[in-house]
């Protein structure tokens, strides 16, 4: 009998060409609900901020995001050297997430 090989299928994925570009963000802010996190990327340049992006994850997924910037955060630093930590942003930013 003949065996099955299980094709390996790829995910088509869209990528919109709004996005291509990226978005900048100088400082993320962070709120969680028991079911999901809530990412907020701004952009801050002073006496003005706007909210860039906002993303919205599971719990179970945002400690895979975390492990993955960890892990390439140290293949970052193998290469090219140590990062230093950015300095807290002054407080407060005048940032009010929306009501709930």
Do not use: W
């Not at 995910?11 to 962070?30: C, E, R, T, W």
């Not at 907020?40 to 492990?67: E, N, W």
């Amino acid at each position: 009998m003949a065996e099955k090989k299980e094709a390996k299928r790829g995910i088509q994925v869209a990528f919109p060409d709004i996005l291509k570009g990226g978005v900048y963000s100088n400082i993320m802010h962070v709120t969680h609900t028991r079911e999901e996190f809530v990412l907020d990327f701004l952009v801050v340049l002073p006496p003005a901020g706007a909210v860039t992006a906002r993303v919205i994850t599971s719990p179970g997924h945002i400690k895979r995001m975390i492990a993955a910037l960890q892990q390439n955060l140290q293949k970052y630093e193998a290469s090219f050297g140590s990062v230093a930590e950015a300095p807290e942003p002054p407080r407060p930013l005048g940032f009010q997430p929306p009501p709930k």
